[in-house]
């Protein structure tokens, strides 16, 4: 297997790593950075992404493969810019790419593309999916086979201008003694066509079940959500963006309400974190990206990865990222 805490390819930037276990193979479905000069800012304006590439690797030697490009924003009709983090789910013996980019209007919504091979090229649907919004999908597939479809992020990613259940150009954060702005959830029809319903909020409470505030930065939720099932439990993780950790939450209900629980992943070199969790040969791995490779430059991630470990009652030992 690769080298633990280095960057999974070097000759393309990557972020936001889903990674999932198909056919025996760790398949990491991340963003693709173009590097290019330009300045940081609150709207994310400088995660200009425009395609996909698929990587693979397994635990029989130290190679990594980049499948290569396997969907351009040129193919999907909808969408105008930035391609950010995408996830993928097996279901109906197809593949099913799920992806966040600006519609013609500016606005995020969530698209899907399709593949008979994990490692892709996906073929997009003309039109995002209905009632759609914000970044980041996550899409978990439970035991039962329904498929839930976590997102949504701040800023950037505009989920605080739905809190009204309506585009608000002028919506922003609550005030920060207020609960904060919840993540969201869909779930998919079983022929996967749309969502079941319109997406619900997925509430994240404190030890005595009060939902996290707003002005809680180390616990609330950010952006980049992921969901893996341990024990029976549902684990819900995502960043905590401004004060850039990963942390988590758990439920008996993949709806909720989830209790925090601690930090996965301490803050990396870079603003963002994203990370994704999955099980492979009996081992958990923690899929997580930084900035080390192009020292410090935001825009320019790199995918690592690293074993996460939990303790004897479930919780999960926090990782302090390691350079090598
Ligand atoms: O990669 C662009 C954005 O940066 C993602 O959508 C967020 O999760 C953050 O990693």
Redo the contacts with the bound molecule.
Sequence with gaps: MKKQNTPLVTDIFT??PSAHVFNDRIYIYP?H?IPHDGEDNDN?DE?Q?QDYHVLSMDDKSDEVIDHGEVLHQNQVPWVSEQM??PDAVYKNNTYYLFF?ARDKEGNFRLGIAESSKPEGPFSPRANCIKGSFS??PCSFIDDDGKVYIYFG?LW??QLEKYRTGKFDPQGGEPPKNEPAVCPKCGIMKDDMSEFEQLPVDIQIVDENGSPLLSGDEDRRYF??PWMHKYNGKYYFSY?TGTTHKIVYATSDNPLGPFTYQGVILEPVIGW???HSIVEYHGKWYLFY?DCEYSKGINHR?CVKYCELKYNSDGTIQTITPQYN
Excluded: F, L
């Design positions: 972020a936001d963003s950075d994310g995660y992404m950010w983090a966040p970044i980041d992020g950037g990613g952006e980049g960043s963002t974190t994203h990206h991630r």
